[in-house]
């Protein structure tokens, strides 16, 4: 543990507020196709309330990606493990995962195909807002999922269509648990620590989006509607349920300022032996409870400072608000709120959000398995994260 000179290093020193998506990386050029690349990073973890004060290593990646005339594609795997919050493993790697691995062919400059484990074409692209830690879509397993199945993509003038066919989510990779051990978060059988848990596998997953694009009073502007349809297998009764979603979505760019709004309606109807309330969901080497019904808001407004300020570039600073709302009474509802911020110190990219959440199983020690299923400590919580990348 990194006591008090390094808190106050990160703390004082970058403490604004937060980021978002997976920042530049510096790949090497193996030919004219064909590129490497990867990232190191650190994280800083800051909780008074839980005596927490931690500076770790976070993760190593490796990618690579490829693009001609008419075939392209993509693969990232990531390695964790022996530091917070995976200090129980003993090495580097004894968590690990793909978040994606897939290869394509483009018909020509507006059409193309991907094949292989591949994000699903859902909501906001490619992330629910602007935080480097995501909204609570990502933890219902609607933000930045990743699938194996086959994926088209159309854009046409205005209009981009996006449609895909999913067999089933990733395949488990390396750790503990026993259904969570992918990068997405995807429906998932328990863990025995899971009160209540179930053992239900997706599969056969439908995709769709439809998006247009047009300029409204100044803002360019992108409005779009997505769909997701696939059954829910429960392994111990041995009867199929079903999962659907639909949500209605908005991003808006006019100058440096973002905006961006999400509304979604989640349905899950599994044929658990017992309760039918939640579903099991897993990633990062753990499993969670969420509520089989509820809808999910999201409302993120950004700006893009300009200029440069020594080795200080591409800041920019944001906050987002989602919040989970379940039909079951009984069940409290979910919230999430970030404050950020972003940019690069001269090779480094880094991000500092201030995290608060409010039955939010990742945040100030609410209860991880049961936040978004019946609720947590139904109180508002709060922590201070920052992540530091050195990407190549």
Known sequence: MYKICHR?????????????????????????????????????????????????????FLTATYNSSSWIGAAKYRFYGKAYPFDYT???????????????????????????????PFGLQPYFGSPFFESLGNVIGLEDIQDLGIKYIHQGGDWNLQAGYYLQPADQGQGTSRGGKTYATSVAAADDYVV?????????????????????GGWQTEVGVSALTSTLENRDSGEDGRRHAVALHYHGKNGP????????????RPRNPESNKVVSFGSFDGTFNVASRGNLYVADLSYDV????????????YGNYSRFEKDEP??????????????????????????????????????????????GSNQWENQLYTNIGYYF
Do not use: C
């Not at 300022?257 to 899950?268: F, K």
């Open 8 to 60: 106050k290093l990160f703390s004082l020193v970058l403490l604004p507020m937060s980021i978002a998506l997976d920042m530049p990386a510096y790949a090497v050029t193996i030919n004219e196709n064909l590129d490497i690349g990867g990232a190191v990073r650190a994280r800083v973890d800051y909780d008074p309330d839980r005596d927490i004060e931690k500076l770790s290593f976070d993760t190593f």
């Open 90 to 120: 003993d090495k580097i790697g004894d968590i690990s995962f793909a978040e994606y691995a897939w290869i394509g062919y483009k018909f020509d400059e507006s059409r193309q195909v991907q094949a292989g484990l591949n994000k699903i």
């Open 196 to 216: 209540g848990g179930s053992n239900n596998k997706e599969r056969d997953i439908f995709v769709g989006r439809v998006a247009r694009n047009l300029s409204l």
């Open 257 to 268: 300022w973002g905006l961006q709004l999400q509304a979604t309606r989640q349905d899950m």
């Open 306 to 317: 300009p200029g440069t300020f020594g080795w200080l570039s591409g800041m920019k600073v």
């Open 330 to 375: 009984n069940f409290d509802d979910s919230q999430r709120f970030i404050l950020g911020t972003s940019f690069s110190l001269k090779d480094l990219w880094i991000a500092v959000e201030w995290l608060h959440g409010k039955n939010d199983p990742y945040i100030g020690g609410s209860s991880y398995t049961q936040s978004l299923g019946s609720g």
